[in-house]
Nanobody
C-alpha cells in the first residue's frame, strides 16, 4: 500500500506561484513514476507533469515553461512548482504514484484545490 499526502494548494492571483508537495509513505525508489494530474469542473482529468524513477520528465504542453516537477529522494516527496499561474490552471490537483511491484497499478492522492483568480 502506498499512501500519498498532498499539500500546498490554495488561492492565488493570476501571475502568482504555488508549490504543491506529495509525500509518499514508501521509499520513492519503489515507485516507477510519480506525477500530478488535474481536473477542472466539467473537464476530464489530465496529466500535468510526471517524473520517473530514472529522472525522465514529462509535462503537458499547457504548463511547459511555467511548471517544474522535482523530487526529494530522502523525503520520498515530489514537488510541483507552479509559476505564472493562469485562471485556466484552476483545478483539483491529484498526486499519482505507479509502484514497481504490487497488485495495485496506480495510487491516487486525495487531491488539493488550486484556484487562480483573474
Amino acid at each position: 500500500q502506498v499512501q500519498l499526502v498532498e499539500s500546498g494548494g490554495g488561492l492565488v492571483q493570476a501571475g502568482g506561484s504555488l508549490r504543491l508537495s506529495c509525500a509518499a509513505s514508501v521509499s520513492i525508489f519503489s515507485i516507477k513514476s510519480m506525477g500530478w494530474y488535474r481536473q477542472a469542473p466539467g473537464k476530464q482529468r489530465e496529466l500535468v507533469a510526471r517524473i520517473t524513477i530514472g529522472g525522465s520528465l514529462n509535462y503537458a504542453d499547457s504548463v511547459k515553461g511555467r511548471f517544474t516537477i522535482s523530487r526529494d529522494n530522502g523525503q520520498n516527496t515530489v514537488y510541483l512548482q507552479m509559476n505564472s499561474l493562469k485562471p485556466e490552471d484552476t483545478a483539483v490537483y491529484y498526486c499519482v504514484a505507479v509502484p514497481i511491484h504490487g497488485s495495485i497499478s496506480v495510487y491516487w492522492g486525495q487531491g488539493t484545490q488550486v484556484t487562480v483568480s483573474s
